[in-house]
């Protein structure tokens, strides 16, 4: 079985987050593997033990990318592709990113692709579809169970609190939600394997992709921090003047009446 993982580089939300001139100030920030793709990537590796194969882990960035790949091949995929755009993109976005792996996903032999539900970063949830749309492929998203029997598959959908069991057909893409699985650490010697184990580097030339084919549809104006939340107020009085009170402050304070 040929899977494919679509893996994202971001920063990780744990860190204290800088805004600069309404952007996110990177220095010194800790990046990581999109958690939402380490649910994907664990997937992936017990899909292959079971049913045999071998997982290639797909990212679009530059070289830093480098270093989350290698730890999503010290967890246990096979191989790794950069598809290095540093000096290709100023800008990009989903579309930039789909189109992409698009392009070389359509080279290979895909049996099953595999990407988080949404990157912490952007929470877009867009690329994972976008790639199944363009390779013409059926996709299932936000899924927490995964069975394959042959070219079948049954998939067990979250749909806000709730479940959804779907059946289709391989080749297929699915996005990992929470609750799929717990990813794995990387052991000592997963991590002494991933630096011999393949890690191909391409250019948009190696897809025969130019700027303009992969030119962002979206552009982020700005980016800021929720405001600071106020402290609350604790009404006093008799019940009948508090409640008045209240409706009055919900009128023309927050708005909501």
Do not use: W
Request: aromatic residues 4%; negative net charge; contains cysteine.
């Amino acid at each position: 079985m040929n899977i494919y993982v679509l893996l994202k580089r971001t920063f990780d939300t744990e860190e204290k987050i800088v805004i600069s001139n309404g952007e996110i100030n990177e220095d010194g920030a800790e990046f990581i593997i999109n958690p939402y793709d380490e649910y994907a990537v664990e997937e992936a590796i017990q899909i292959r033990d079971e049913h045999g194969g071998e997982i290639t882990v797909v990212t679009v960035g530059g070289e830093e990318s480098e270093k989350e790949l290698r730890t999503a091949l010290a967890m246990g995929c096979d191989k790794a592709v950069l598809i290095n755009t540093e000096e290709d993109l100023e800008e990009s976005d989903q579309y930039s990113t789909a189109k992409i792996i698009a392009e070389y996903l359509k080279e290979q032999e895909v049996d099953l692709i595999l990407a988080g539900n949404v990157a912490i970063d952007s929470g877009s949830g867009q690329v994972g579809p976008r790639v199944a749309e363009i390779l013409g492929m059926p996709y299932v998203t936000t899924i927490t169970k995964l069975d394959i029997d042959g070219n079948k598959a049954t998939v067990v959908r979250d749909v806000e609190g709730d479940s959804e069991i779907i059946e289709t057909t391989l080749p297929l893409l699915i996005t990992a939600q929470q609750g799929l699985n717990e990813p794995r650490y990387p052991s000592l010697p997963g991590i002494m394997k991933a630096k011999k184990k393949p890690l191909e580097e391409l250019e948009l030339d190696d897809l025969d992709l130019d700027e303009d084919d992969v030119a962002p549809k979206t552009k982020t104006i700005e980016i800021y921090l929720p405001p600071k939340k106020e402290a609350g107020k604790i009404l006093a009085g008799d019940i009948p003047d508090q409640v008045k009170e209240l409706v009055s402050l919900l009128h023309s304070e927050a708005k909501v009446l």
